[in-house]
């Protein structure tokens, strides 16, 4: 199954747009940090664009 099929990944980005950032978010949906560090890199991956900005200390959703 695609990374992007996964309701998962969905719910992951859905809490991360409330929360602003992924380990909030990870911390909300009782999911490991890098399991969900990986379903974003695979959804950007797939889409061809940067969902996160990973310079930040947390990782924050990109916003532009």
Avoid: C, N, Y
């Avoid at 909300?28 to 974003?40: E, I, T």
């Avoid at 200390?57 to 532009?64: D, G, R």
Wanted: hydrophobic fraction near 40%; aromatic fraction near 2%.
């Amino acid at each position: 199954m695609r990374p992007s099929l996964k309701i998962e990944t969905w719910s992951l980005l859905s809490e991360l747009g409330r929360t602003k950032g992924l380990t909030q978010a990870a911390e909300r949906l009782d999911m490991d940090l890098p399991a969900a560090s990986r379903l974003v890199s695979s959804l950007e991956k797939e889409l061809g664009i940067e969902l996160l900005d990973r310079k930040r200390k947390p990782a924050q959703i990109v916003t532009k």
